[in-house]
């Protein structure tokens, strides 16, 4: 007798394998894509936050005041990291004006709640600026200048988060308003960080560049 013919073993049926197919094919790229984010996020992240180095008071010339730009991370309200570092270094430099700069959209909180901050902290309202128009870092500076026509040769403070330090420090100086970055809020620090502030911070930088905003597209010390 013949042998019997081969039996093969049923297959999947064509709609089941497709969908298999399809459902593993959106785990691998997604897989793929959140690595790849978060690898260049953190690398990104990582050269943001350093580029400039945490600060050092190591000249003895007085402090004619300190910057802090409005803002908030994650939902931050203040007092804030920014606030509080500005708080400690308007009382270690008594004699120092403090410049809250940034919309009541953009701060968290208005210029009026800055202020009564700041105050709560013991700051004489006469060493308080509030500059409250701007929408943007590049606003930021521009109005911060104008408003206190600073020396050239004085000693200016800028607080703010410290991905955000490099694209602000080159603002001011397109502003023709130099000053010493104080950086705060380490997003590397913190369960909390996005990849997709960083890259919006990327484009920014690249933006303000191209726009003339800012002096350098990568500003360092």
């Given at each position: 007798?013949?042998?019997?013919?081969?039996?093969?073993s049923?297959?999947?049926?064509?709609?089941?394998?497709?969908?298999?197919?399809?459902?593993?094919?959106?785990?691998?790229?997604?897989?793929?894509?959140?690595?790849?984010?978060?690898?260049?996020?953190?690398?990104?992240?990582?050269?943001?936050?350093?580029?400039?180095?945490?600060?050092?008071?190591?000249?003895?010339?007085?402090?004619?005041?300190?910057?802090?730009?409005?803002?908030?991370?994650?939902?931050?309200?203040?007092?804030?990291?920014?606030?509080q570092?500005?708080?400690?270094?308007?009382?270690?430099?008594?004699?120092?004006?403090?410049?809250?700069?940034?919309?009541?959209?953009?701060?968290?909180?208005?210029?009026?709640?800055?202020?009564?901050?700041?105050?709560?902290?013991?700051?004489?309202?006469?060493?308080?600026?509030?500059?409250?128009?701007?929408?943007?870092?590049?606003?930021?500076a521009?109005?911060?200048?104008?408003?206190?026509?600073?020396?050239?040769?004085?000693?200016?403070?800028?607080?703010?988060?410290?991905?955000?330090?490099?694209?602000?420090?080159?603002?001011f100086?397109?502003?023709?308003?130099?000053?010493?970055?104080?950086?705060?809020?380490?997003?590397?620090?913190?369960?909390?960080?996005e990849?997709?502030?960083?890259?919006?911070?990327?484009?920014?930088?690249?933006?303000?560049?191209?726009?003339?905003?800012?002096?350098?597209?990568?500003?360092?010390?």
């Open positions: 007798m013949p042998p019997p013919p081969f039996q093969h049923p297959e999947p049926r064509p709609k089941l394998k497709s969908l298999i197919g399809v459902m593993l094919l959106l785990m691998a790229t997604s897989s793929v894509i959140w690595l790849e984010r978060l690898t260049i996020g953190e690398f990104a992240l990582h050269i943001l936050e350093k580029r400039f180095p945490e600060w050092r008071n190591s000249s003895n010339e007085p402090v004619a005041g300190i910057i802090v730009l409005g803002g908030t991370f994650d939902g931050q309200k203040f007092p804030g990291a920014r606030v570092v500005a708080i400690k270094l308007a009382q270690r430099f008594p004699n120092a004006k403090v410049v809250f700069s940034g919309m009541e959209e953009t701060a968290g909180a208005g210029g009026a709640d800055a202020a009564q901050v700041f105050m709560a902290a013991g700051i004489s309202p006469s060493r308080i600026v509030i500059e409250g128009r701007s929408r943007s870092t590049a606003e930021n521009e109005f911060s200048r104008a408003m206190i026509q600073p020396g050239r040769l004085s000693r200016w403070i800028l607080v703010t988060s410290a991905f955000h330090m490099p694209r602000a420090v080159g603002a100086r397109a502003a023709r308003f130099a000053v010493e970055a104080y950086p705060v809020e380490y997003l590397s620090a913190s369960p909390t960080q990849a997709s502030v960083v890259f919006k911070e990327i484009i920014g930088l690249a933006y303000y560049r191209l726009t003339e905003r800012s002096d350098a597209w990568l500003p360092s010390p």
